[in-house]
């Protein structure tokens, strides 16, 4: 047992992440290929149904899938598995419990007469497109049966009596066939064309006919007793292999000559399995086949089947999981067997005991999705869905300090933050047309379809988009959340934050016109009038910077007079520090040493254009001197003619320095601390010569 369960943990930590897969197809940033998005709309359909919560079998769904592509080999695989997991009927005693459900008898016996039925539906299937290719006219079910024994005896060379009702015939062969070919009846029939020994176990097959394939335990008893009466070793093999089915005996045999196929091997044990607890288990079985077919020299595509058929899920989905080929199939296979409550994954398994061995549900999912999330993250999120009942790895991220729900809200987290196309996950604001009450109206996400309450979701993206620099991502996110406040502290970090730390020019206009227009919105609905006016002060400083860099010296300074922010008038100097300590927020605040800054570069840019025409013609030119009388910055002692001189025009601009020199002396510039001393290097160059 010790040396079981250490087989047990190396195979878990084996498979557990999928370290075997094709490391080139998990990696990437790619478009989905035809078949992905023939999933992705099946799967789509199959979580609106159950979003709607109207019945859905997901296994069916894939399966049809399937059926239609010509893919002949996944669609065996398919047929198999959809006949094995349609949807379980839980019992009470075991809700929302798969690794109880799967240990319980309940679980065992349904499983058993599912792959039981879904051999003996093949094997009929099977012989009766090899009886019909030979015979023109429908064959009845006995003569199928006396076909599929001859057919077997002539492979295996064995003694051939004559099959005609005239001639003797190989009876127990005959009974033998109608079992395996799931037709009981049938065997009724050929019963009584036998001997004495025959007719002892015809009430024994009326019992299989009518308990579909299962006998009491009296009744196996007996026959267990009347075997060994026979002597078994001399028996002959048909006649042993029934006995062997019907009292669940022998459950070492091989029947060599009888079970000439896996299929066959499988159904034989499948029939010999008892849910008593002394008897040969599910579970006995399942040990059975873990040791025949866990070579990587078997075919994973049988070793699925017979996997599957004995509730080894967990491991048939791993081994096919393993072949690039079917990894797509194994995906959606998982999603099925999630959705009906029996997967049994490596965060519930438990170690020890008979449990079975749990799969990374989690990394299968994120394997299949990884090379095509970013391109394209809607269908990412379907398949995201899935992992809503698994708590999260992470459930707090230090970016956002926001607690994640579940894996789902996590994995959606990480994918906005690694995409360019969040809007395709939580929405987008667009224009609502001219005949709307409002200028923008939202257009949904495919989140929205999943969660009611995203909000805290959008606000932890946020916040991750503002810590990365992609500010207008983070403020339209804000918007769509409703978190008015939030969106405005938002916008008095941002922007200040570009109005401290130089930015690239696109990058400035991109933030400035998203934070424009979700400010005018604001300003149409919330109350804060303290906190919305200091974004559109931040808003016009933004306009300040841009007419600086383009060279408009004088505009420059006019904006930031009208602003009373940093005054260039001594008598404004006393008012424009009251309102840097009563009227400006922190956020504001940090910026004026930096605007201060750009003030004074902008009066000595404006005096060096001014000289430079006085020089040339010894007067101002018309626009500074229609700026300085309407602007009343003109001091008394400087004329309006064409006889300004450039002294008189070095007092009027050193003035304005001054006020700029004063003011920045009454603030702090803990980001600046040589504000003072560059200032007076700045207005140096208007004193001097």
Not at 59 to 76: I, P, R, T
Not at 264 to 293: N, R
Request: net charge negative.
């Amino acid at each position: 047992m010790a040396d079981m369960l250490r087989k047990h943990r190396d195979r878990r930590e084996e498979l557990k992440t999928f370290s075997r897969l094709d490391p080139t197809r998990v990696v990437g940033d790619r478009t989905m290929t035809d078949e992905e998005e023939s999933f992705c709309r099946t799967l789509r359909e199959v979580n609106e149904a159950i979003i709607c919560k109207r019945p859905v079998n997901p296994a069916e769904s894939f399966s049809n899938l399937v059926g239609v592509s010509g893919n002949h080999h996944a669609s065996q695989l398919w047929r198999a598995f959809t006949a094995l997991t349609s949807p379980f009927e839980h019992p009470k005693s075991t809700p929302n419990s798969p690794e109880k459900f799967r240990l319980s008898r309940l679980f065992a016996e349904s499983l058993v007469n599912r792959s039981r039925q879904y051999l003996e539906n093949s094997a009929y299937e099977s012989h009766l497109s090899h009886a019909s290719s030979s015979s023109s006219s429908n064959m009845a079910a006995a003569d199928l049966v006396r076909f599929c024994a001859k057919s077997h005896l002539t492979k295996l060379k064995l003694a051939q009596p004559s099959l005609t009702s005239g001639g003797e015939q190989p009876v127990w062969a005959l009974i033998y066939y109608s079992l395996r070919l799931g037709l009981s009846k049938v065997s009724l029939d050929f019963v009584e064309t036998g001997d004495d020994s025959t007719q002892d176990i015809r009430r024994y097959l009326v019992e299989y006919d009518r308990q579909r394939g299962w006998l009491s335990d009296g009744s196996r008893s007996e026959l267990e007793k009347a075997y060994r009466r026979l002597g078994g070793a001399n028996l002959d093999v048909f006649k042993k292999a029934v006995y062997a089915v019907l009292s669940k005996t022998e459950t070492n045999e091989t029947f060599p000559g009888v079970t000439s196929t896996v299929s066959d091997w499988l159904w034989m044990k499948l029939s010999q399995v008892s849910l008593a607890g002394k008897g040969f288990t599910l579970i006995k079985l399942q040990e059975q086949v873990k040791e025949k077919f866990d070579s990587n020299a078997s075919d994973d595509a049988e070793c699925f089947l017979v996997y599957i058929l004995t509730g080894l899920f967990e491991l048939a989905l791993e081994r096919l999981a393993e072949n690039t080929k079917y990894l797509i199939h194994a995906v959606h296979m998982a999603v099925c067997l999630q959705h009906s409550d029996i997967l049994i994954t490596s965060n519930d398994s438990q170690e020890g005991g008979d449990s079975p061995i749990g799969l990374d549900f989690i990394a299968l999912i994120k394997s299949h999705v990884r090379p095509f999330r970013k391109q394209t993250p809607e269908a990412a999120v379907e398949y995201y869905f899935h992992l809503a009942p698994f708590p999260a790895l992470c459930a707090i991220d230090v970016r956002s300090d926001h607690p994640f729900r579940s894996m789902f809200e996590l994995c959606l987290y990480k994918l906005a933050r690694d995409t360019r196309s969040a809007w395709k996950i939580f929405g987008v604001l667009e224009d609502a047309g001219e005949d709307a009450g409002e200028d923008v109206r939202l257009r949904r996400g495919v989140v929205h379809k999943f969660l009611t309450d995203p909000e805290g979701l959008m606000v932890a993206v946020a916040k991750a988009f503002e810590t990365e620099g992609r500010f207008e991502e983070a403020l339209v996110l804000l918007e769509l959340a409703g978190q008015q406040r939030m969106l405005l502290q938002a916008l008095l970090r941002i922007l200040s934050a570009i109005l401290v730390v130089p930015v690239e020019d696109a990058k400035r206009k991109s933030v400035y016109a998203v934070a424009t227009a979700s400010a005018k919105r604001l300003n149409k609905s919330i109350e804060e009038e303290k906190l919305i006016g200091n974004v559109f002060i931040l808003l016009d400083l933004i306009t300040f910077i841009d007419t600086f860099d383009r060279k408009q010296y004088h505009q420059a300074v006019v904006i930031m007079k009208e602003l009373r922010i940093v005054p260039v008038d001594a008598d404004k100097v006393l008012e424009a520090v009251d309102n840097y300590k009563s009227i400006l927020l922190t956020d504001v605040r940090r910026c004026v040493p930096e605007m201060t800054l750009y003030t004074m570069r902008a009066l000595v840019s404006w005096f060096a254009v001014e000289r430079e025409k006085t020089h040339g013609y010894r007067v101002l030119s018309r626009s500074a001197l229609e700026y300085l009388s309407s602007s009343q910055l003109m001091d008394s002692t400087i004329s309006h003619g064409n006889e300004l001189q450039i002294d008189q025009l070095r007092e009027t601009f050193r003035q304005y320095c001054l006020a700029v020199l004063e003011f920045a002396q009454s603030i702090p510039s803990p980001q600046l601390p040589d504000l003072l001393e560059t200032l007076v290097k700045l207005e140096s160059t208007i004193s001097g010569p």
